[in-house]
């Protein structure tokens, strides 16, 4: 079963717009989340990560959002650049769980011109 | 500083070789990881070591995948009688410390077993 999902495939945004990439998760054992962005023949880069006591982090152009009682998170980009046109991964994993990261299958960003 | 290195970057083998997958963690870095990812999905988790311990090691498919970190530096993936649907790209990552902390991965192996 896929315990970390981003149900959207893919996502076209303006540049200077924001882009909003979604993530929902079902173990409720998750206490860390991240996201990572990943271009073509590359490793995921990691960019933001919050912990369960939070709600919010910030960093830079990037905020995660985390909302437990829906285990929805979502990554705000604001404003969107070209550069950003890659494709996101959301991560989860829970302390005792060795610190092994369950991921989504991604979601394609274009940022256009 | 560095980061995470990996090699080779690619490789293509016959079914039934043996392949060995080496990573050079970030220095300093207490936990290392190996993820496999195949087209179209995210990572997917393989094993897991901290130091020279191998703590995790539940997401290998086979016995024919092995992983070692004699020194508690660099790890070394291994798979013995490759079989076609070993391929994919292979990913190490490391972390500073053991929990709640960012991995940093490699830019991954890909491996093409013909």
């Known amino acids: 079963d896929q315990q970390v999902k981003q149900n959207s495939p893919s996502l076209s945004v303006q540049e200077g717009r924001i882009s909003i990439l979604n993530c929902d998760y079902t173990n409720s054992m998750f206490d860390y989340f991240l996201w990572y962005k990943k271009y073509p023949a590359e490793g995921p880069t990691f960019l933001i990560s919050i912990s369960s006591i939070k709600d919010k982090n910030e960093d830079g152009r990037f905020t995660v959002f985390l909302n437990k009682s829906a285990k929805h998170l979502s990554l705000h980009i604001v404003p969107s650049q070209p550069g950003d046109s890659a494709v996101y991964f959301c991560a989860a994993s829970f302390t005792g769980g060795g610190n092994k990261l369950t991921f989504g299958t991604g979601t394609q960003l274009k940022v256009e011109l | 500083g560095a980061g995470v290195s990996q090699s080779p970057r690619y490789k293509v083998a016959k079914r039934g070789q043996d392949v060995a997958l080496r990573c050079d963690p970030i220095s300093g870095h207490v936990s290392l990881f190996w993820y496999q990812q195949a087209l179209g999905q995210g990572p997917e988790f393989l094993t897991y070591?901290?130091?020279?311990?191998?703590?995790?090691k539940s997401g290998l498919p086979s016995d024919r995948f092995f992983a070692e970190r004699p020194e508690g530096s660099v790890s070394t993936l291994k798979i013995q009688r490759t079989q076609q649907e070993d391929s994919a790209v292979y990913l190490c990552?490391?972390?500073?410390?053991?929990?709640?902390?960012?991995?940093?991965f490699g830019p991954g192996t890909r491996l093409l077993v013909l």
């Open positions: 070591f901290q130091n020279e311990a191998q703590l995790d």
């Open positions: 990552a490391s972390s500073l410390v053991s929990g709640g902390s960012a991995q940093y």
